[in-house]
């Protein structure tokens, strides 16, 4: 790691023009093998994210000559009026981004003031009906409707679900009985109408914030 921090000290001098030092402390959690860190830059906060080029959205991506894939949501929550941080630098070729950081994400606010759980997830459906209503209509060539969830995709989660939630974690679990729920969710969930997805909206990728909305 300490190569890591070296390596990622070095870009931000070159990318802010400034000296440092930079703290880097990695947040923790998460499925992901993109990495996170929180830093500060000239006595503003924010988060450098290191994006492996072998990702299935990034390489999807890369394939079809478009940029990274959650920039180009990130653009949509910013157009539909969701309050998403800004980005400060992107180095596609470095594999590296840097970003405003806006706090504590759900989860880690919860774990401190767990009274509020009902009324913030009240909220963050609420916001996500208003998103799905701002983005009804989305542009023909937007990444959402190119990575839509087919029957493919959704067998992909639910499996991705059984390989990390139920082996990884040493759960005693019939298979075949999981691939009959999943089989039976999967003809489902495709055959209704499809709409904007976030595709990870959950207690780890939501921040509160004390701004008014």
């Known amino acids: ?7 990622l000290s070095a870009w931000l001098t070159r990318v802010t023009g400034r000296a440092g030092p930079f703290p880097l402390a990695r947040i923790p959690g998460g499925a992901s093998p993109r990495r996170f860190y929180r830093t500060t830059v000239g006595g503003d906060r924010a988060i450098v994210m ?15 000559g478009r940029g990274w894939p959650f920039l180009e949501v990130r653009a949509l929550l910013e157009r539909a009026g969701v309050r998403v941080p800004s980005v400060l630098v992107e180095s ?7 970003v405003e950081d806006l706090g504590d994400t759900l989860a880690t606010h ?10 913030l997830y009240r909220r ?11 983005l009804a209509d989305l542009p023909a060539d937007s990444v959402v409707r190119l990575r839509a969830f087919d029957e493919a995709l959704f067998r992909a989660e639910l499996d991705h679900f059984w390989e990390f939630a ?13 691939e009959r729920a999943r089989d039976f969710l999967v ?7 499809r709409g904007f997805t976030h595709r990870d909206y959950q207690s780890r990728n939501l921040i509160v914030t004390n701004e008014v909305q």
């Open 124 to 134: 963050a459906a609420r916001d996500l009906a208003r998103t799905q209503s701002a």
């Open 110 to 119: 919860l774990e401190r003031e767990p009274a509020e759980r009902e009324a």
């Open 92 to 98: 596609v070729a470095e594999e590296l981004l840097l």
């Open 166 to 178: 139920v082996v990884a974690r040493g759960v005693n679990a019939p298979h075949p009985a999981f």
């Open 1 to 7: 790691e300490a190569a890591e921090h070296e390596r």
């Open 187 to 193: 003809s489902e969930l495709a055959a209704l109408p």
């Open 50 to 64: 290191c994006v492996p080029p072998d990702t299935g959205d990034v390489a999807f991506a890369r394939e079809r």
